[in-house]
């Protein structure tokens, strides 16, 4: 009996996995070359594309290659949010459409970047201490594989809290932190030369300190670019 069982779910798995080409098979795709380029000299290997169907919900990725480019096949009739990874940071760049046509077609899409020269990172702090919380690790990882493809980059590390407590503890918690985040990205073998850290206390807020959801965003860390 249980033979026969494991015969019947094999045979159930065989037939989903060819219906399953079936449904890929049938499918009509179109072929992007992705071309990308920017008005700087920075380097564009490595750097991570997100293809998102508005209508199908489904995620296609691509990765440039040391020329900056890729290339990645698309279903017809949806449109797409493309979306490329900065420094770990999803940042939207546009929308396109593949319309449904006859015959195969192909497209060179040219993206050109405009890489802000901040970004602000998900990085984690208990209350008033400088000591980087677990889950900060996944965000620091990216940029240290981002700043590890970008060779020529000096970033500063920005430190940044709310307006709780006295003026002066706030500069010196923000320095410490910033500092916490540097040494972790020289510890991850990124040129100590090419990171600074800096605290900037209270002094730049970006939110209201009055509400908890303005003071949240106020503790911040940034990433400044250089150069």
Known sequence: MKIFKTILLLLVCIQMRVAAQEMVATETVALFNVIVTSNDKESHINQKFTFL??????EFKGVTDATGNFSILLPEGD??????????????????EVPNVDGDITFDFNVMLEAPKMITLDIFFPTGKSNIVAKSFGALDNLVEALNSKEGMNIEIAGHTDNVGDEAGNLRLSKARAEAVREYLINHKVGKDRVTAKGYGQTIPIADNSTEEGRFKNRRT??????
């Open 79 to 96: 449109q797409y949010r493309v979306i490329y990874e900065y420094f770990g940071t999803p940042l939207d760049y546009t929308v396109i």
């Open 222 to 227: 940034e990433v400044r670019i250089l150069d």
């Open 53 to 58: 169907g508005l209508n199908s919900k489904k």
